[in-house]
C-alpha cells in the first residue's frame, strides 16, 4: 500500500468516473486511485459505464459499481439545447441514484466526493448538495465558450471546494469562458502522471507485429476535432517520399452516437476510406480500441496527436513520454513537448513538415534514440507519482477539514 503523506483524519471517497476505461479521463483516475494512500482514504469507484478499467479496479483490489443511469452533460459547439434536454431527461431519477450514492457512500464513511470530469460537474454538484459531501471537481477539457459552458463552469467556480486543472491551458479557458476562477486557494494546476513503465518484454499487439521501420500510434477516439483523418494526410506524405516503411496504427473506437437514434457517427468510416482512397491503406491500420495502450506504446518509436483543438497536454502525450516515445503533436504549449528538443510541435498542421521529420527518424537512429531518452527523462521530473500523491493527500485533507490551500 501507498505510504500516507501529510498530516490529517482521511476517510471515504465516491470518485465518479465517466468512461469506464474507454478514454484518457477514465485511466488517468485510475492512476490516482492506484497511487493515493487507500488505508487513509478508503475510495469507492462509480463507473457511469462499463469497461476495460472494471478488471483493473478488480485487480487493485478497489470497491467499483457500475451506474448507467448517472446523468452526464457536457457543453459542446452546437445542439446543446438538444443535449440539455437530454440531461434534464435522465436526471428526472437523479433522486434514485442519490439514494444509492448514500447507501454506498455509508458502506465507506465517505467524506468527499470526486468527479472525474467536467460532464459529470452539474449532476455532481446535485448529488453532492444532496447528500451534504464537500466536492473535487477535476476539469480536463476546454469547453468552447457560450451559455451553457458558462453556467457549468460557473457552478464549478461557485460550489466546488477544491478544482483541479490538469494543465495550465485548461485553467486559462476555466476563468475566459466563466469569467472567473474558483476562491483563492480552492484551485491548482496538477499534471496527470502514471507509474508505467514500458516494459521491453510486453507483446506486441498483433496489428503491430510487422517489419515496420518506423512504427507511429495513435491512441484516441474517433472524432473530427480529434483530428484522425490528418493522420492519413501525414501517411500520404510520407509515402509521396516513398517511406512505405513507416506504418500508422490508429488505435481507438469510434466516438459518437446520434442521440436519437443511436447510429455510430459516419467519421470512424470516412477515415478508412480516406486511407483506401489516398493509396496508403496498406501501411495505415485500424486497430480498434486497446485497453493494453502501454503494449501498443512498447512497440511503437512515435505517438502522434494532431487534434484540431491544438491541446498538447493529454493523457495520451503523457503516456508517451513516460514510455520515452518521441510526440509529435500540435499547438502553443510547450510545457510536454517542445520543438526539436524532445518532439515535433507545430501551431499550424503541415503534413509534409511531419512527414520529413518522420523520415528523419527512421533514417537516424542515434536522433530516434537521443529523443527517447530526454522524453523517458522529462516524464520523470514532471509527473511523478509520489509528488502527486502528496499533492492529491493535501487536497482531500483540506477539503474533508473545510479549509482552503494555503497560499504562498
Same mark, same amino acid.
Do not use: Q
Given at each position: 500500500?501507498?505510504?500516507?503523506?501529510? +498530516?490529517?483524519?482521511?476517510?471515504?471517497?465516491?470518485?465518479?468516473?465517466?468512461?469506464?476505461?474507454?478514454?484518457?479521463?477514465?485511466?488517468?483516475?485510475?492512476?490516482?486511485?492506484?497511487?493515493?494512500?487507500?488505508?487513509?482514504?478508503?475510495?469507492?469507484?462509480?463507473?457511469?459505464?462499463?469497461?476495460?478499467?472494471?478488471?483493473?479496479?478488480?485487480?487493485?483490489?478497489?470497491?467499483?459499481?457500475?451506474?448507467? +443511469?448517472?446523468?452526464?452533460?457536457?457543453?459542446?459547439?452546437? /445542439?446543446?439545447?438538444?443535449?440539455?434536454?437530454?440531461?434534464?431527461?435522465?436526471?428526472?431519477?437523479?433522486? /434514485?441514484?442519490?439514494?444509492?450514492?448514500?447507501?454506498?457512500?455509508?458502506?465507506?464513511?465517505?467524506? =468527499?466526493?470526486?468527479?472525474?470530469?467536467?460532464?459529470?460537474?452539474?449532476?455532481?454538484?446535485?448529488?453532492?448538495?444532496?447528500?451534504?459531501?464537500?466536492?473535487?471537481?477535476?476539469?480536463?477539457? +476546454?469547453?468552447?465558450?457560450?451559455?451553457?459552458?458558462?453556467?457549468?463552469?460557473?457552478?464549478?467556480?461557485?460550489?466546488?471546494?477544491?478544482?483541479?486543472?490538469?494543465?495550465?491551458?485548461?485553467?486559462?479557458?476555466?476563468? /475566459?469562458?466563466?469569467?472567473?476562477?474558483?476562491?483563492?486557494?480552492?484551485? +491548482?494546476?496538477?499534471?496527470?502522471?502514471?507509474?508505467?513503465?514500458?516494459?521491453?518484454?510486453?507483446?506486441?499487439?498483433?496489428?503491430?507485429?510487422?517489419?515496420?521501420?518506423?512504427?507511429?500510434? =495513435?491512441?484516441?477516439?474517433?472524432?473530427?476535432?480529434?483530428?484522425?483523418?490528418?493522420?492519413?494526410?501525414?501517411?500520404?506524405?510520407?509515402?509521396?517520399?516513398?517511406?512505405?516503411?513507416?506504418?500508422?496504427?490508429?488505435?481507438?473506437?469510434?466516438?459518437?452516437?446520434?442521440? =436519437?437514434?443511436?447510429?455510430?457517427?459516419?467519421?470512424?468510416?470516412?477515415?478508412?476510406?480516406? !486511407?483506401?482512397?489516398?493509396?496508403?491503406?496498406?501501411?495505415?491500420?485500424?486497430?480498434?480500441?486497446?485497453?493494453?495502450?502501454?503494449?501498443?506504446?512498447?512497440?511503437?518509436?512515435?505517438?502522434?496527436?494532431?487534434?484540431?483543438?491544438?491541446?498538447?497536454?493529454?493523457?495520451?502525450?503523457?503516456?508517451?513520454?513516460?514510455?520515452?516515445?518521441?510526440?509529435?503533436?500540435?499547438?502553443?504549449?510547450?510545457?510536454?513537448?517542445?520543438?526539436?528538443?524532445?518532439?515535433?510541435?507545430?501551431?499550424?498542421?503541415?503534413?509534409?513538415?511531419? !512527414?520529413?521529420?518522420?523520415?528523419?527518424?527512421?533514417?537516424?537512429?542515434?536522433?530516434?534514440?537521443?529523443?527517447?531518452?530526454?522524453?523517458?527523462? /522529462?516524464?520523470?521530473?514532471?509527473?511523478?507519482?509520489?509528488?502527486?500523491?502528496?499533492?492529491?493527500?493535501?487536497?482531500?485533507?483540506?477539503?474533508?477539514?473545510?479549509?482552503?490551500?494555503?497560499?504562498?
Amino acid at each position: 500500500m501507498t505510504p500516507s503523506s501529510g +498530516e490529517g483524519a482521511g476517510g471515504g471517497i465516491l470518485f465518479l468516473d465517466l468512461e469506464g476505461g474507454w478514454g484518457g479521463s477514465s485511466r488517468s483516475l485510475f492512476h490516482i486511485v492506484e497511487a493515493i494512500d487507500r488505508d487513509r482514504f478508503r475510495p469507492l469507484v462509480v463507473l457511469r459505464k462499463d469497461g476495460p478499467v472494471a478488471e483493473r479496479y478488480r485487480a487493485l483490489g478497489v470497491r467499483f459499481e457500475i451506474m448507467p +443511469e448517472l446523468p452526464a452533460f457536457r457543453p459542446a459547439e452546437r /445542439k446543446n439545447a438538444v443535449s440539455y434536454g437530454f440531461y434534464l431527461w435522465r436526471a428526472r431519477k437523479l433522486g /434514485k441514484v442519490v439514494e444509492r450514492l448514500r447507501a454506498l457512500a455509508d458502506e465507506i464513511d465517505a467524506r =468527499l466526493l470526486y468527479v472525474n470530469h467536467e460532464s459529470l460537474a452539474t449532476a455532481g454538484a446535485a448529488i453532492a448538495r444532496r447528500m451534504g459531501l464537500p466536492w473535487v471537481a477535476h476539469i480536463r477539457t +476546454e469547453l468552447k465558450p457560450g451559455i451553457f459552458a458558462r453556467r457549468v463552469y460557473r457552478t464549478i467556480a461557485r460550489e466546488a471546494s477544491h478544482v483541479v486543472f490538469i494543465a495550465e491551458p485548461v485553467a486559462d479557458n476555466f476563468r /475566459k469562458v466563466a469569467g472567473c476562477l474558483p476562491p483563492e486557494g480552492n484551485a +491548482e494546476v496538477l499534471y496527470n502522471f502514471t507509474d508505467a513503465r514500458v516494459a521491453a518484454d510486453l507483446p506486441a499487439p498483433e496489428a503491430m507485429r510487422d517489419d515496420a521501420a518506423l512504427r507511429v500510434v =495513435l491512441l484516441s477516439n474517433f472524432s473530427p476535432n480529434r483530428g484522425i483523418d490528418r493522420v492519413v494526410d501525414v501517411a500520404e506524405a510520407v509515402a509521396r517520399r516513398g517511406a512505405r516503411d513507416i506504418r500508422f496504427y490508429l488505435f481507438g473506437p469510434p466516438a459518437h452516437a446520434n442521440l =436519437l437514434t443511436g447510429a455510430t457517427d459516419p467519421y470512424y468510416a470516412s477515415v478508412v476510406e480516406k !486511407a483506401r482512397a489516398g493509396g496508403v491503406d496498406d501501411i495505415v491500420v485500424f486497430p480498434g480500441h486497446t485497453s493494453a495502450p502501454d503494449a501498443a506504446l512498447a512497440s511503437a518509436d512515435v505517438l502522434i496527436k494532431l487534434t484540431r483543438e491544438n491541446n498538447p497536454w493529454g493523457r495520451d502525450i503523457i503516456e508517451g513520454l513516460s514510455a520515452g516515445r518521441v510526440v509529435v503533436t500540435l499547438g502553443s504549449y510547450s510545457a510536454f513537448i517542445a520543438h526539436g528538443e524532445n518532439g515535433y510541435l507545430r501551431e499550424a498542421f503541415d503534413p509534409d513538415d511531419i !512527414a520529413a521529420f518522420l523520415v528523419a527518424l527512421r533514417d537516424d537512429p542515434a536522433l530516434l534514440a537521443k529523443i527517447k531518452e530526454a522524453n523517458a527523462a /522529462k516524464a520523470r521530473r514532471l509527473f511523478s507519482r509520489e509528488a502527486a500523491a502528496a499533492r492529491l493527500h493535501g487536497i482531500f485533507t483540506r477539503v474533508m477539514a473545510g479549509t482552503p490551500r494555503s497560499n504562498p
